[in-house]
């Protein structure tokens, strides 16, 4: 087991008004928060469920534990914490019968993840290569770094973060083996950009570390399995939110919501329907929504924020329950 520094500053949840006027937990409600984190959403949900009400918090980090005996110790509603990927836990709840009225997404990694230090999440600290949401799961940056092939890591670096200079950075990272610390990496990737990129604007690591990370934690992979989960867990009229902070998360909520909401299928020049389709899904953000300037100015790390949201539909009647 991996010991690990629990920051104690209070967290500040990402687009947290527009979860709570858009989601609408309202008291009574089941709400499952698939990305525990700091518990900053929880705590605003738990807030809005009353005595009547369940919030079920999933969290694969154990530090999140933590935090969340110390929401659950003030929670005016009944809680509950499952310690595993979201994936997992859905399914857990799905064989459980449990048909939540709101089920919230914050992907990616969370600000208490980045501020420890050791964990290796951020490319401002010099720290072991390590990057597991899971610090007991077997995959870390230590080992893709060091043990993946060359044309594996450049596959990783555009597949993951668009990153431009991918081959080239693979290259560096190959030849400056063994590599043990976020330094040593950021050196490398500093060695594989142009020098306009180099001494330009932000750390040109950035796309790395988000690369890396995403495989090391399967996070797209968790993804694609949970939202259709997800969504066969809703009760009628539930509302599904997800926060994404990449095109690649956010492709995937967009598609998956857009095909929900999709009716019939049928060509224009045919005068009666006969595919038979109707919608799944009310899309209550089209377009998504971004945090607002002020909050940008508050909380930097919410500049690449984006919410969608979708109410689940009855399927007899095309209405929400």
Known sequence: MVTLSYMPTEHVPVLAAEVIRDAAPQPGETVVDCTFGGGGHSRLIAERLGPEGMLICIDRDPAARERFEQIAHEAPCETRFIGSDFADALAELAAEGVHPDVILFDLGVSSMQID???????????????????????????????????????????????????????????????????????????????????????????????AIRIAVNEELGQLDAALPQAWDLLAPGGRLA?????????????????????????????????????????????????????????????????????????????EGI
Request: hydrophobic share 40%.
């Open 116 to 210: 420890a230090w050791e964990r290796g999440f951020s490319y401002s600290f010099d720290a072991p290569l390590d990057m597991r949401m899971d610090p007991d799961s077997e995959l870390t940056a230590a080992e893709v770094v060091n043990d993946w092939p060359e044309s594996r890591i450049a596959e990783i670096l555009r597949n993951y973060a668009d990153e431009r200079h991918a081959r080239s950075i693979a290259r560096e990272i190959v030849a400056a083996r063994p590599l043990e610390t976020t330094s040593e990496l950021v050196d490398a990737v500093r060695a594989g950009v142009p020098p306009k990129v180099r001494f330009g604007r932000g750390n040109p690591a950035k796309r790395t570390f988000q």
């Open 242 to 318: 997800a926060i994404s902070f990449h095109s690649l998360e956010d492709r995937r909520v967009k598609r998956f919501l857009a095909e929900r909401a999709r009716g019939c299928i049928c060509p224009p020049e045919l005068p009666i329907c006969q595919c038979g389709l109707e919608p799944e899904a009310e899309l209550i953000t089209r377009g998504g929504v971004a945090p607002s300037a002020g909050e940008i100015a508050q909380n930097a790390r919410s500049a690449s924020a984006h919410l969608r949201v979708a109410r689940k539909l009855d399927g007899q009647s095309g």
